[in-house]
């Protein structure tokens, strides 16, 4: 199959590859911890999801100026995605954020002694 078949056809594989990176980090969500797995959990979303769908719109403009647009913005998510779930990842382990107990609790969930 060519033609613009062909790129409809892969213009919707890519959408729904897409939607599927973003629908599998949401569902994660809540069987995960707090803190750094949650973030980790929605790190696929924006550093593949986005660049997925970005490209399945372009696929559908066809040649030209707006394709190009879509896909630097795009490229630009995923990469300020990324950017942001490192320095946020950082930020909270330099904190203590995301330490657990020896009993897999965690800090925000553990009872707090002060003496």
Known sequence: MTGP???HLAAHVLLWAGVACFLVSAAALPFLPPGL?????LAPAGGLGTPLIACAVAL?????RAAGKTLLIGLLLAAGSTVTTIAVARATAEDGGDRADEDGEDEEHAPHVHG
């Open 5 to 7: 078949g062909a790129a």
């Open 37 to 41: 797995a949650r973030l980790h959990a």
């Open 60 to 64: 559908e403009q066809g040649l030209g």
